[in-house]
């Protein structure tokens, strides 16, 4: 079965920019989805086909693709992007990476 | 506004059985895709089942194949998730959400819990 790798944490400071990487197999012909999910709540999602944002989701969040590897960024980094997220993709039925918890210090 | 009302969680015995149901309102119903996607509180998401707007086109993880079985009624703009031969690893919350490739809205969440 099809496997996406996620880096448990993240942390970075205020102001700066977050990198949350996603890796997988031949990941360059998938669509990739990214999601925000908060303690307690439902997930979000915030980056849908690679690099598009829903309505409502800022500017700020991006979404990117090289080699084997995905990549959500979110620049200017708020206190409250702090948050799990998880990267997905359909192969048949859907797969979601591990999460990454995001720290902002 | 769209909404996603999930019910029909529950604690459940080893072995037994359980259906939930998600109500949809705020978009056309009968063209979109569904899914059920599920977390063990404190772990990551595990998606569990999706359909097609039709409800001819099913899919299923290998962890639940032939013990769950999703189905839908568009006349009741409902989605279902009947659950048999339960496991204690089944236990988690069961999220309803709509399509099965980017999934842009979600409900809440209805808690299964399976134990003697």
């Known amino acids: 079965s099809y496997v996406l790798t996620q880096p448990p944490s993240v942390s970075v400071a205020p102001g700066e920019a977050a990198r949350i990487t996603c890796g997988g197999n031949n990941i360059g012909s998938k669509n990739i989805h990214w999601y925000k999910q908060r303690p307690g709540q439902a997930p979000v999602l915030v980056i849908s086909?690679?690099?598009g944002r829903p309505s409502g989701i800022p500017e700020r969040f991006s979404g990117s693709k090289s080699g084997n590897t995905a990549t959500l960024t979110i620049s200017r980094v708020e206190a409250g992007d702090e948050a799990d997220y998880y990267c997905q993709v359909w192969v048949s039925g859907g797969v979601f990476g591990g999460g990454t918890k995001l720290t902002v210090l | 506004e769209v909404q996603l009302l999930e019910s029909g969680g529950g604690l459940v015995q080893p072995g037994g059985s359980l259906r939930l149901s998600c109500v949809a309102s705020?978009?056309?119903?009968?063209?979109?895709?569904m899914s059920w996607v599920r977390q063990v509180p404190g772990e990551g998401l595990e998606w569990v089942s999706g359909l097609d707007g039709s409800g001819d086109v099913t899919h299923y993880a290998d962890s639940v194949k032939g013990r769950f079985t999703i189905s839908r009624d568009n006349s009741k703009n409902t989605v279902y998730l009947q659950m048999n031969s339960l496991r204690g690893d089944d236990t988690a919350v069961y999220f309803c959400?709509?399509?099965?490739?980017?999934?842009?809205?979600w409900g809440q969440g209805t808690l299964v819990t399976v134990s003697p």
């Open positions: 705020g978009f056309n119903f009968l063209t979109y895709a």
């Open positions: 959400a709509k399509e099965w490739s980017a999934m842009d809205e």
């Open positions: 086909y690679n690099n």
